[in-house]
């Protein structure tokens, strides 16, 4: 009875410390859909073709990688947590010595996105210069931050107002125009100067450098908005299921702007807007566990357990694993009285890391002694060596307990 129990024990040790899973690539996108623009993941509720997002205003255009009205989101990438990158077009305003020659308004509609005050920052490059922010509700414009800079001391490196300053935005700004402004509307005591810039852009993502005086028509900044899904908070939208679309295993966040956003809960992993989204994640693999010999993936998280013969919570930062002395002692025993399956069986994994020396060590001795009825027998003296090894052994075991 015992020795088959004892067989299967080590079988299950040694197949699940050798299973190493393949993680599943992350379905991002809806299913049978083109889940990517160029290498740009899009992931649910955003989507390229039809049925394929959740709604309009997630449609990005591939061709053009664009999304709003008049193709001014030049899209750069879409990330689950509730953001997503990519460009305006920057305004400007160029002079000379007497009037403004040229100039362009960024202006911007992003119906149910809007602009993340927390990660931008509007920014004024120009000498004698402003950058306005006006956002709009309906027909009416409030001028938010103005953000002015001159041009005494130039540095590198340096935006807090020679040529160069920033200002931060205000919350939920889902429409609004940037204008950029001489206050002479000429180019006055900074000849060198013919333009002035107004962009906003992520923050720590532009250094100002004495040369951007001279010309940053052109230039890319990348800029962060923020994505919701419905049209309420969390309270609200839970009550109807119908309308509700965080999936199972995911939870609702609350947005400061309309709508919220679904996250996978603790344990798992995927896209929490698509069905079964919200994938386990597989601890067992890789470096997401503490656990010292074997690993146990359960639903949301993982367990560890101590090989045969030891016990403890099996955890690098728990009670570890300690030899128990009845168990091994068992374990001995058992070994004397197991057939050549088992000596095959451990022989070959004699040959691995991964059992543990004290296994191994119990192993080569009960092998040695079920070789006593056959011809390569050991002289008694060998054996007697090395029952008095073990022996010593389960003493240092029980000085441990
Ligand atoms: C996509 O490719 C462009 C160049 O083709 C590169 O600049 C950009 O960083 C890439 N984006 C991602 C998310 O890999
Ligand atoms: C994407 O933009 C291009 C260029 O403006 C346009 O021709 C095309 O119809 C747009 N695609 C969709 C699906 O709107
Ligand atoms: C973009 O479209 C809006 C209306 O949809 C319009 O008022 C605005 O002038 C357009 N902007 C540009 C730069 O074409
Ligand atoms: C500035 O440009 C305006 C408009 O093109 C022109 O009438 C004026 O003469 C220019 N001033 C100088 C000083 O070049
Ligand atoms: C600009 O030039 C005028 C006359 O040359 C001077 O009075 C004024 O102080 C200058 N302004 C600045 C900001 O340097
Ligand atoms: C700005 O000045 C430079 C020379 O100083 C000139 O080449 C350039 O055309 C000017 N840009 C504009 C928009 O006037
Ligand atoms: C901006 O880019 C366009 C097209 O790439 C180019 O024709 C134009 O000269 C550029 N302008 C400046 C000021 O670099
Ligand atoms: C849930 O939303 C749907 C679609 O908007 C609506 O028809 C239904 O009446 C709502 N149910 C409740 C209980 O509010
Ligand atoms: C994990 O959850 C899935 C679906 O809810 C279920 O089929 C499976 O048996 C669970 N696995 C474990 C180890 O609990």
């Keep these: ?13 040694i197949l699940s410390s050798r299973m190493k899973e393949v993680e ?11 889940n990517k623009c160029g290498n740009i993941t ?23 990688l664009t999304m709003f009205s008049n193709e001014t989101f030049k899209l ?3 990330s689950l947590d509730g953001y997503m990158r990519g460009f305006f077009p920057m305004a400007y305003a160029c002079y000379n010595s007497t009037h403004m020659l040229s100039g362009l308004d960024s202006f911007v509609w992003m119906g149910r996105f809007s602009l993340s005050s927390t990660k931008n920052i509007l920014t004024s490059v120009g000498c004698d210069s402003r950058a306005d922010i006006m956002t709009m509700d309906g027909e009416d414009s409030i001028v938010v931050g103005i953000a002015r800079s001159e041009c005494d001391f130039l540095q590198d490196g340096d935006c807090s107002g020679y040529g160069c300053r920033q200002v931060p935005i205000p919350p939920m700004v ?79 966040i609350d947005s400061i702007n309309y709508g919220y956003n ?36 359960t639903n949301g998280s993982y367990h560890c357990s101590c090989p045969f ?4 919570d099996g955890s690098k930062h728990g009670t570890g694993c300690t030899y128990n002395l009845k ?48 011809k390569k027998r050991p002289n008694m003296n060998t054996v007697k060596e090395e029952l008095n090894q073990m022996r010593q052994l389960f003493v240092k075991i029980s000085l441990c307990e």
Excluded at 1 to 13: D, G
Excluded at 309 to 312: K, L, R
Excluded at 350 to 361: A, F, P, Q, T, V
């Design 24 to 34: 599943p690539e992350a379905v991002q996108s809806f299913p049978g859909c083109t």
């Design 174 to 252: 889902t429409r609004f125009r940037i204008r950029s402004q001489r206050n002479t509307g000429e180019i006055g005591n900074w000849s060198f100067n013919n333009c002035s810039y107004a962009f906003l852009v992520e923050r720590d993502q532009y250094t100002f450098y004495k040369t951007d005086i001279d010309n940053m028509l052109n230039r890319s900044l990348p800029v962060v908005l923020e994505w919701t899904v419905g049209h309420n908070d969390c309270e609200h939208s839970q009550k109807n299921k119908t309308t509700y679309v965080c999936t199972e295993n995911s939870v609702c």
């Design 42 to 64: 899009i992931p649910y509720p955003f989507g390229i073709e039809e049925n394929c997002y959740m709604a309009t205003q997630y449609m990005v255009n591939c061709t053009t």
């Design 262 to 297: 679904c996250r996978c809960v603790l344990g798992y992993e995927g896209n929490p807007y698509l069905p079964n989204g919200c994938q386990d994640i597989n601890e067992c693999v890789g470096d997401l566990n503490d656990c010292i010999y074997d690993c146990i993936n």
């Design 1 to 13: 009875m015992f020795p088959q129990h004892f067989t299967i024990l080590i079988l299950i040790v």
């Design 327 to 374: 168990a091994t002692k068992s374990l001995g025993k058992s070994l004397y009285t197991e057939r050549d399956y088992l000596i095959q069986i451990l022989d070959d994994q004699l040959k691995k890391d991964g059992i543990n020396e004290y296994i191994k060590y119990v192993a080569k001795i009960a092998k040695d002694c079920i070789e006593l009825e056959g």
């Design 309 to 312: 013969g030891m016990t403890g």
């Design 76 to 78: 750069l990438d879409i």
